[in-house]
């Protein structure tokens, strides 16, 4: 149990005018040094005048619908592709626009769009010249076609539904009126937007901290005009909201060479996060991440020059703004929030370099959470899920600090939930503690040194692309979720920083989890002969390579795993289909606890037949150990987080680092972080149940009882 | 029931020296015409006297090992591929033949092997230049290797133990000398075989005939010399054992470049027959086909020249002799003999060019049959094993003429198995009567003409590798089973025939089922936009694609099914993880009979959300049907063949053909074969329980009831 001393400030409450009374009284419930207003609230002065401190809400580039009708082109693009058309004569007319949702786009014509348009061959995989096409009413001719084959349209479009507001009509029936976006590529909306801001900050005195919700491009979301298929394509990650004939024109201006369609649309499959970006989309996406950090830079120079704070709500339009990105630093926010489910989300904003982390917690104050499950409504449970929350976040808080916690939502839901307001003041109690134990000194860390190696690396830090729930599909974020509350060093590296790092010096451990062909894999990486080098003589020199799903996956090669040599393990691609397979036993008394893998994959075979099979599914090896020089690989075909897997992890790492368990609970449930400055230890039971648990220390081992879902402060 | 008036003829009986009096008495039961001898056995006078048949069988290349020892080269060869050996320092040395079987394998390092042998740096992928290795006492040593590279080499060895006799060997703990086997691309070993045969031929005179097992070269058996491993690579289809250094040089010489052993080995792959021969393999293929023929062609002379005649037993030493390939009826054989499980081989068997077809049934006269269970030994039922092997088969039987059956095996076997007798002499009499309604008239065959599409097309007709037992795993054996007993007109064809032929006028429905990049998917055949162009052109003028598991797969276009403009069904491969998938509702009235699929696929989804979903797994759809133009595409996540499934497959085909269900059974475990000429029909059942069923005639229907396994004859 945390002493409920620690009782005030580092919370930011979202006010709510009409409940004046209310918002003071939690906020001193819940000891609220900051209060904030809501998307679509506004504060009344009896709030802002109480003496606390003020964020304030801005969406940059929406609510400006007079000046995008005026100036039509300063409005946002993208591109877009038509659904394929059967050629059945030499002719085909295609209406591009066919099967989207016309009240988010507007086919764009004019000659420096049209430039961009692309019309492909699909059957044949090969651009029409251009003078074999023609555009007329919302309609292209082809001429010249091949019969039988199909043919594509690329072309550009004018987003004139604002993503995040169309979102809310369509899921909630607004009624209001569509909201736009402006684009500041646009000379004139720039100068626009600069005034707009001037003025804000003009008439918002009492606010201390804008908040920007985010800056300007919104992550990519296709609304279909099916409602079998609204959601035609969702993407946080990627970066095709930021297109714009004047974006593209000045990136040819820079690179010395131009983007084309197909660069976007990838006949149809666009660019999603999830696979390897090509050489062309890194450059877009850091020319494009300068473009939105020099026009973020003035912005918060404006608001600096109020005398106000800028913190950016890292969501939404955040595209461009990358939080490790190269750029990030030089917009001199003064603070990043990130709203989180999660402990990878925890330890994303944790890691921002900024002065202020402020995580947002879950539940937010709305009626139905996540899923359409009630929250504050008949049914819902708001402070098991609060609690809940907390749990997934408090392992990641006991790594690393965060400044600040707060809520989000309408806060007159909580009348009638006690329990709610009684959860929230005990997890911003625990918070406050949690926070204060990191100031005065860092949290025993294990000596194990852990590289998640992808595609992205460093800039795509602990997060994949977006929430759990949006890519739980995915085996690294399910890694990434066990590694936020693990007592041992974790940063992420790209395959260039491992093929001219230095690997032995720098890591322990590698880890390398995605699904053949994915950025998280990392595909044609692996066809690099360096790279193969440089993690072979890692683990020959004594590290550990960990490979889950199909790590190192590359086609033409003597193996599919490139690091089957270290993992002992292949799988087979139906070329080894009439291979023998080495018989084997499972090890019986492994030197890590091992967890059944979540998901088989039947096609595995031992190369070699040397590597220790730790779990097997119908005679076929799931789990393997390798010896490697001296150093180990180790292999999962999956990897699903549970408190089980995530202490497995926490042990094959261990094993990997020829670590002590110091600090280490023996119940998997329960989880305990040292703080040596303050000679204190945190346990907390990461379960529903009461877990009686030992923990042991330098000084012998430490019993502790621990209530479902507690958090126990022990001083040594 | 059929009569047992058809008691005698086209029966082939192993006869047994020392079992005079048992062999004619079955002789007699079963109606033999013909008496041959076993592997191992030789037939007394008292039998070849008897006014039989005498077939004898030769294995031509085995038996000649005094020739062998004094003639090494003139043994047969093979490529091997070291394991992959680490480089530490810029110096690796491989001992090639670590790992195989060393009485099965010897290195063959003279001048003219060693020319073929290759050392490959498998990290960089490339091969190493000559003269950076040398070969000594069993060891090779590369030098200027890369630190951390891994290395391989491909070498020539001779084949020391004919791996027929290897397996008795290593099985049944035979004792006797190591056959050694000869190639007769060797000059010396040629005259020696010619002279062989001749000498065989006159001291055999009772012999009619001369029944090869089969003719030069084994499929590819590679034995390993761990007992953990032992059969590192066994592949019934493939040509590994045909190369020699005689071989390859004839092979330069005609066709202007030369193989490398990276042709056969394949990094360690080999070029198993269910991936796709490369174009180098085929020009192979067709080399030692063509060499082959042209040798089996002057030993069928040579046993003609006696009076006798030469039938060819296709197995074992088979490779080259492609019974559907070009150059098979140049042999000039008498009659192919196939021993068979399923009703696929009685169809590749029947289609044969050959004056007679002969299957050789199941269970072989052996204490244990397949997979170790016991047969003519305690705990088997040998009765049983018999009808349901010609359960398989009578349905194939059914639908096209075989000439003759047999067994094979010890016939003391038999003694105290009366049942087993029994069986046989019903089996017998059945295949008499429906032989003889064959020779009165093909039966009725549905208006139904069915190409079945992969990479080899006719050259492979109804076979992938091996038996069911071996290639299980692969949907197109079930299909092909399934097929070989539908009323329907079936021929297989390749993806040259289909770019190249007039699909329209020759097929109502095309299948394509395997796995992305195997041979019976087709793989990169599919990135030929002609070929697309021409089944496009097929189905939309009205014919049917069926695809199943991955049918048209292939990398780097807009859709990974090539055919999912006709399909309305793609797979994804990750890179629409992100995209929306369209809802749908199952098909509650599907147009034929459905049934789940037996294995699910979870990342497919519907391209444009037209196609009728017929079977879904977890909101995935897994079985579809889709209207395109006058025609359909089909599609199937995966096929087992069972009763039910093989009568959906013609439910399917039907309805594509738009055919009356004329002469079906209304029950799937019953299948009919009506014979016009004879004005008769065959009714079956399939299953082992009583079935009552009705068979829609052109005059009505027809009630049957059958018992258990029942071939029923019904005069109309």
Redesign the interface.
């Known amino acids: 149990m945390i002493s409920n001393q620690y009782s005030f400030g580092d919370f930011t409450l979202p006010g709510e005018s009409g409940y004046e009374e209310l918002t003071l009284e939690l906020a001193k419930k819940w000891g609220a040094d900051v209060i904030r207003d809501s998307d679509g609230t506004h504060l009344s002065d009896a709030i802002t005048s109480a003496g606390y401190g003020i964020y304030s809400t801005i969406c940059i580039i929406r609510q400006h619908n007079a000046f995008a009708l005026e100036h039509p082109d300063a409005q946002q693009h993208t591109f877009l592709i038509s ?2 058309v ?1 050629a ?1 004569t030499d002719t085909v007319t295609i209406e591009p626009l066919r099967g989207y949702f016309e009240e988010q786009f507007e086919i764009d014509a004019a000659e420096n769009s049209l430039k961009y348009w692309q019309v492909y061959d ?4 090969e651009p029409i010249p251009r003078e074999r096409w023609t555009y007329e009413n919302g309609t292209v001719t082809v001429r010249g076609c ?5 043919y ?1 349209v690329s072309f550009m479009c004018r987003r004139i539904w604002e993503e995040i507001n169309m979102y809310n009509h369509t899921t909630n029936n607004w009624t209001s009126e569509h909201l736009r976006q402006l684009d500041p590529t646009h000379p004139l909306a720039w100068e626009y937007l600069q005034k707009w801001l001037k003025d804000w900050c003009e008439q918002n005195p009492a606010t201390t901290v804008v908040r920007f919700t985010s800056l300007f491009y919104n992550f990519v979301w296709i609304f ?1 005009s ?1 409602m ?8 946080w990650g ?1 970066y095709d909201f930021t297109v714009s004939p004047a974006m593209l024109d000045a990136f040819e201006q820079e690179y010395g060479y131009a983007l084309c369609a197909e660069d976007f649309v ?5 660019r ?4 390897p970006p090509t050489p062309r989309k890194r450059d877009y996406m850091r020319f494009v991440s300068r473009f939105v950090a020099q026009k973020a830079r003035a912005l918060v120079d404006i608001v600096h020059s109020y005398g106000k704070k800028a913190y950016v709500f890292y969501d939404d339009s955040w595209v461009g703004m990358e939080p490790y990105g190269e750029y990030f630093t030089t917009i001199g926010f003064d603070g990043i929030i990130k709203c989180i489910f999660s402990g990878f989300e925890c330890r994303l904003c944790a890691g921002v370099d900024v002065p202020t982390h402020e995580i947002r917690l879950h539940p937010y104050l709305f009626p139905v959470g996540l899923g359409g499950l009630p929250t504050f409504s008949e049914g819902g449970h708001p402070e098991r899920d609060a609690l809940l929350y907390w749990k997934n976040a408090r392992r990641a808080l006991l790594r690393q600090k965060i400044d600040r916690i707060g809520l989000g939502g309408y806060l007159h839901l909580t009348q009638g939930y006690p329990a709610f307001n009684d959860a929230i003041e005990r997890i911003a109690c625990e918070f406050r503690r949690i926070k204060q134990l990191h100031t005065e000194g860092a949290p025993y860390t294990l000596p194990c040194r852990v590289g998640v190696l992808h595609s992205y690396g460093k800039l795509r830090s602990w997060t994949l ?1 977006g929430h759990f729930h949006e890519t739980y ?2 085996t690294l974020i399910h890694i990434n979720e066990a590694l936020s509350g693990l007592p041992v060093d974790v940063r992420f590296i790209s395959f260039e920083d491992a093929e001219n790092g230095d690997l032995t010096g720098s890591f322990d451990v590698i880890i390398n989890a995605g ?4 950025a998280w894999s990392g595909a044609d990486a692996w066809k690099s ?1 360096r790279l ?3 993690i ?2 890692f683990v ?1 020199n004594g590290g550990t390579f960990i490979g889950v799903n199909e790590p190192s996956a590359a086609d ?4 599919f795993f490139r690091l089957a ?1 270290i993992l002992g393990i292949d799988e087979d ?12 036993e499972t090890v019986q008394d492994p030197p890590f606890s091992v967890c059944p893998v979540p998901r088989v994959n039947e096609s595995l075979y031992l190369t ?2 040397r590597a220790c099979v730790l779990f097997e599914n119908g005679g076929v090896p799931q789990m393997t150990l390798n010896s490697f020089g001296e150093g180990y690989g180790i292999y999962l075909s999956s990897f699903e987080n549970t408190p089980e897997s995530a202490r497995m992890l926490l042990e094959i790492l261990l094993f990997a680092a020829k670590c002590d368990k110091l600090w280490i609970s023996d119940d998997a449930r329960a989880e305990a972080a040292y703080f040596p400055n303050s000679k204190t230890a945190i346990v907390v039971n990461n379960s529903e149940e009461s877990v009686s648990t030992c923990v042991k220390t330098p000084e012998g081992t430490l019993k502790v009882s621990l209530a479902p879902l507690e958090t126990k402060e022990i001083k040594l």
Do not use: C
């Open positions: 659904d394929p059967l059945r699909r059957t044949q995989n091949k019969k039988w084959h199909l594509t279909g099916s079998r298929n609204r959601s035609r394509f969702v993407d990627s990838n006949g149809g499959k666009l999603v996060s999830h696979m692309s599909m995915h699904r053949a062909g994915d002969g193969i080098e440089r072979t003589e020959y033409g090669f003597d193996t040599h691609r139906g070329d080894r289909v009439s291979h023998g397979r080495w018989q084997f070699d037949g």
